[in-house]
């Protein structure tokens, strides 16, 4: 069993910055792998980021490369997203997700275990 809790989530102006938390507890065994998820009103689950825990390699969307850096603390089991220059379109609720297996970063449906999400709002 794993249990993740997101914070930091809140409303911010175009251009703004915020850094979402992933708190983890339970088993965390394995070469895993966490991953950030976000779901705009009306759209699809889509990948965010994602974070080899173990080897440390990080991916991104397209949408966000260079603005958003996801980051861990291993001592902690806390993951990271700092979010900057953020426009409207980012407005989403934002999940961390966890998987077993380090590989296949990008689909919502190899993750197991989810937060309950935290509310981004970025107004123009």
């Known amino acids: 069993q794993v249990q993740l809790v997101e914070s930091g989530g809140g409303v911010v102006q175009e251009g703004g910055s915020l850094r979402l938390s992933c708190a983890g507890a339970g088993q965390f065994q394995g070469n895993y792998a966490m991953g950030w998820f976000r779901q705009a009103p009306g759209k699809e689950r889509e990948f965010v980021a994602a974070?080899?825990?173990?080897?440390?390699?990080?991916y991104y969307a397209d949408s966000v490369k260079g603005r958003f850096t996801i980051s861990r603390d291993n001592g902690r089991r806390t993951m990271f997203l700092q979010m900057m220059s953020l426009k409207p379109e980012d407005t989403a609720v934002y999940y961390c997700?966890?998987?077993?297996?380090?590989?296949?970063?990008?689909?919502?449906?190899?993750?197991?275990?989810w937060g309950q999400g935290t509310q981004v709002t970025v107004s123009s």
């Open positions: 997700a966890h998987k077993a297996v380090d590989s296949d970063y990008y689909a919502a449906d190899d993750y197991y275990y």
């Open positions: 974070l080899s825990w173990i080897g440390g390699r990080t």
